[in-house]
């Protein structure tokens, strides 16, 4: 018989005979089959069974495994977004209410005496006081329930806990406590915070505590301590195994007598006249782990007055069957002294020990909280299936093992913990924190969906037919993802994204809208950002000129509080004002107003795509365990790869229909890690190649839509696998799941920052070429031309330029000929980085295709194809402030169009000319090599011209 099946009306059962002695039995378990089932009231009717606990290990067993608990959790998943651990909470409380509910009527009949259910905080924050009590009172009011017991650790952070608890009305069972001077500060803490209450009038009836106290746990440390010196021929040998599972039964009736003189005592005495009730010891850890001893020994000896034994399954039923029941608790408290003083005579270390057991109590419970919540996460997001992206990991065995050692480490560092804490020592300690509100961003976005909904309305009863959006860097990136990716939707503008300063493409852009019938954004988070100013006032000066006085009301702005561009707005009467939040940096800004605003205006299904982010944040929650997280386990393989294997060239390719992904990833992860002489160089959008074409310098990273595969890609992934190169396969099973990477990659980004030791929140070089430029652009306002400016060569229509250090490392000479020197300094573990300044159409990203994969090809070096100056806002932090493993070659032309920019001398060709001469010369200044090729004349002709020069130079 056990007590998972029937107890026993036997008149003779030790367990309902304890109660004559005074002590009451609770079981130290907990199970929803267990109670539902009818067996949890059977123990109640049938052994006096008086209370239940649970704990973290208790829960992880019985959550953990077998599928009790499927029903629930697909039913709260089919209506909520939850993360694993509100997932397990809302299980949890489940089951508490159930065992209360069923306990209640022992609650009754013994005036509040028992009839308790345990339910613990979080272990996590058992060194945290006030972390501590808010969740105490979150969980008591959660619950609901008179006869709850909240569980708090005894540890020195705990006992203040205690006291408030207390104090606050709510029942407290203080557990992991060892020591008796441990267990004197929780007395205190139970009568200071009843007095708490007394000298604010309020009542201190019906309060119930328990005092757990650990017992079998004590002779485990110290009977090994014995053993092992009695092995090793201690000179003692005899008196020590005389002491062989004495000292924790003795160890607790210390604890007793301490408490029967407190409740004797005139301090506790005035409480008790007020209706307090006392504090009880409970003992706990009531498990023989030794099989040489009986299997009760620690319920046998430990039977007094006022006390509680929670006693697991099987000692439960081995005690019904034959324990003994006798007021032992009292017995020969004289020779309990006696072990204690012998073992102190000996040199055990009992002290030590119980500081010891803390230690590894807290530790203990926070691994099968770990456990819990991992098995609790991993079936969520198997119950989830298509409703979460599923990445798959290939990785050579030596990085596959490094980064579960990380894993491991962020696991017992309770590092996602800290991130969602946000712990700037995670970082470096600077300024980090100040930068992690988009963490809960989603939550807040949400919060004010109605507010985006009411704009989307407005937006499609304008009648609008154009949107152009006005920005750089993460201002613009992560619109252009969403206008790329979802296109125009039926009754809403197209959503066109601006973000250059070359004359052409922007007369491009304009040559595509109706201004009558255009919303303009004008997206800067500073306010202060050159391109978003002088575009808003190019297109400003163009709107009035077509709708007059009323150019104001086709311009909104997203920006920061306060800024620039908020006066600005204000002055030319825009339509709305949107704001950032400036604890969201610009790349990690996409699901802020940044992102949203821009979506609403397209026709994007708000609600859906905002969900799609809230399943990201909720899968990296704080709750999740590193191994079961996806945005710590692909950070991991970013940040070990980077730091430990050499491999920081991230190669992201993605399905063709949602290509531009790439894009926003390379300023997230450049912008974030590229710095202090570290980092991870994003390499986007080059064509899958075989594996003998690159360096063991790459981790593959390939966005798969499933709905819309490309085979080519699929075909070519497989040889990569094949050949034992790291690939990381993100499957996204919709495109608005796109939304789900977002959170995912920035959470990622940050766990990868924190691994390669940078703060992943700055961008410490970014501003470098900007004063650059400014320093022209002064100059040309001033002057009225550009500063001397003289290549060291030229060859045809080619001028080529570089700072005194490089032109002197390529002399002069032909055009095949300096390419080749300068593609001759990149060596091994290198990358070339082609920085165009043209305009940015179709046949110039695929001229730029063409001649990286002809250098990838011949060098075996990774490549980087850029359009400026837009890069300057995304990998141009890398470039100048990462590794310096760049080889750079600035192509620029002669402009056929130029603008003007309303107000300035300056133009649009001259800004652009600034731009790319400004980020030169930091590239210079930085040690970098890096040259400049000047393409006079026709330009498609040039073009074609230097791809051949840079086939043959490779």
Request: charged content about 25%; aromatic content about 8%.
């Amino acid at each position: 018989m056990t007590a998972y099946d029937a107890g026993t009306s036997d008149a003779a059962n030790p367990l309902k005979q304890m109660a004559r002695l005074g002590q009451s039995p609770w079981l130290d378990f907990i199970q929803r089959s267990y109670t539902e089932s009818g067996r949890l009231k059977k123990l109640v009717e049938e052994d006096g069974l008086k209370g239940v606990t649970s704990n973290p290990s208790i829960f992880q067993k019985a959550m953990g495994h077998g599928t009790d608990y499927d029903p629930q959790i697909r039913q709260i998943l089919a209506h909520q977004i939850v993360d694993a651990g509100t997932l397990y909470e809302t299980l949890a409380i489940h089951d508490i209410r159930a065992a209360a509910k069923v306990l209640h009527p022992v609650y009754e009949q013994t005036a509040k005496v028992d009839g308790y259910v345990s339910l613990e905080v979080s272990p996590y924050l058992a060194r945290d006081t006030d972390a501590t009590l808010a969740e105490a009172r979150r969980l008591w009011l959660a619950v609901g329930a008179p006869n709850l017991m909240i569980k708090i650790p005894g540890t020195d952070e705990g006992a203040p806990a205690v006291q408030a608890a207390i104090a606050a009305g709510i029942n407290v069972n203080v557990t992991l406590l060892f020591s008796l001077n441990a267990y004197k500060k929780v007395v205190e803490a139970h009568i200071a915070g009843l007095e708490d209450r007394l000298s604010r009038g309020e009542s201190v009836k019906g309060i119930a505590s328990v005092a757990s106290f650990f017992v079998s746990r004590i002779d485990v440390k110290i009977d090994k301590e014995i053993d092992d010196r009695v092995a090793a021929g201690d000179r003692d040998a005899a008196a020590l195994k005389a002491l062989r599972g004495k000292v924790a039964i003795a160890n607790a009736k210390l604890a007793y007598e301490y408490w029967q003189g407190v409740v004797k005592s005139p301090r506790w005495q005035k409480l008790a006249q007020a209706g307090a009730m006392p504090q009880r010891l409970l003992w706990a850890s009531t498990s023989t782990k030794d099989k040489t001893f009986s299997d009760v020994l620690y319920v046998d000896g430990l039977i007094g007055p006022e006390t509680v034994n929670t006693i697991p399954p099987a000692t439960f039923d081995d005690f019904r069957d034959h324990g003994r029941v006798a007021p032992t608790l009292t017995q020969d408290v004289a020779g309990a002294h006696a072990v204690i003083g012998e073992a102190r005579r000996l040199g055990l270390d009992l002290d030590g020990v119980t500081r010891t057991l803390v230690d590894e109590g807290v530790r203990g419970f926070e691994e099968a909280f770990d456990a819990l919540l991992g098995a609790i996460a991993a079936k969520q997001a198997a119950f989830l299936g298509h409703r979460l992206t599923t990445t798959t990991l290939n990785l050579p065995a030596d990085l596959d093992t490094a980064v579960r050692a990380e894993l491991e480490t962020w696991r017992t560092q309770g590092n996602v913990r800290r991130l969602w804490s946000k712990d700037a020592t995670l970082w470096t300690g600077h300024d980090e924190a100040g930068w992690l509100k988009w963490l809960s961003i989603v939550d807040d976005q949400l919060l004010d969906l109605a507010k985006f909904e009411e704009f989307q309305a407005e937006v499609k009863a304008r009648g609008f037919r154009d949107a152009l959006l006005l920005g750089m860097g993460g201002s613009s990136l992560g619109p252009e993802v969403l206008s790329v990716t979802f296109g125009k939707h039926e009754g809403f503008p197209r959503l066109y994204v601006l973000d250059s300063t070359d004359p052409q493409q922007i007369r491009d852009f304009q040559d595509r809208i109706d201004i009558s019938k255009t919303l303009f954004i004008v997206s800067s988070k500073s306010g202060g950002t050159l391109e978003p100013n002088i575009l808003k006032a190019y297109f400003f000066d163009q709107a009035r000129k077509v709708l007059g006085d009323k150019a104001g009301s086709h311009f909104i702005t997203v920006t920061d509080p306060g800024s620039h561009m908020e006066d600005v707005a204000k002055k030319d009467k825009f339509w709305k004002i949107f704001y950032g939040n400036k604890q969201i940096g610009g790349r990690y800004s996409v699901l802020s107003d940044f992102g949203m605003v821009p979506a609403a205006i397209a026709g994007l299904p708000l609600k859906r795509l905002l969900d799609s982010a809230l399943r990201g944040e909720k899968s990296c929650a704080a709750s999740v365990p590193p191994a079961q997280n996806p945005g710590v386990v692909l950070g991991a393989v970013l940040g070990v790869a980077a730091r430990s294997f050499g491999r920081d060239k991230i190669t992201l390719l993605a399905s063709p229909a949602i290509y531009d992904m790439g894009a926003w990833l390379e300023q997230l992860l450049a912008e974030s890690t590229g710095k202090d002489g570290r980092g991870l160089i994003p390499i986007d959008g080059e064509t899958a190649g075989p594996a003998s074409v690159y360096g063991k310098d790459r981790v593959f990273i390939y966005l798969r839509l499933g709905e819309k595969p490309c085979e080519k890609q699929d075909a070519a992934f497989k040889k990569l696998i094949a050949a034992g190169e790291p690939v990381v396969t993100i499957e996204l099973h919709d495109r608005y799941q796109i939304a789900q990477e977002f959170f995912r990659w920035e959470f990622a980004t940050a766990v990868a920052g924190s691994i390669i030791g940078i703060n992943a929140f700055n961008q410490p070089d970014v501003e470098a070429s900007k004063i650059e430029t400014k320093k022209i652009t002064t100059a040309y306002n001033e002057t009225g031309k550009l500063p001397p400016y003289e290549p060291f060569a030229k060859d045809g229509p080619f001028a080529f330029y570089a700072d005194p250090q490089n032109a002197a490392a390529l002399k002069g000479g032909t055009a095949e000929a300096i390419l080749k020197a300068h593609f001759a300094r990149g060596r091994a573990g290198d990358y070339v980085a082609l920085l165009a300044y043209i305009d940015r159409d179709t046949a110039t990203r695929e001229w730029l295709q063409q001649v990286r994969l002809s250098v990838r090809d011949g060098l075996k070096l990774a490549t980087a194809a850029e359009f400026g100056p837009r890069f300057q806002h995304s990998t141009g932090q890398a470039y100048k402030g990462g590794p310096n493993t760049g080889v750079f070659v600035q192509i620029t032309c002669d402009d056929d169009v130029n603008l003007p920019v309303p107000g300035e001398k300056y133009t649009f060709s001259i800004v652009k000319e600034a731009q790319a001469r400004g980020d030169l010369e930091v590239l210079g200044e930085r040690g970098r090599r890096a040259l400049r090729v000047h393409i006079h004349g026709d330009l498609k002709s040039g073009l074609e011209k230097l791809a051949q020069v840079i086939k043959s130079a490779v």
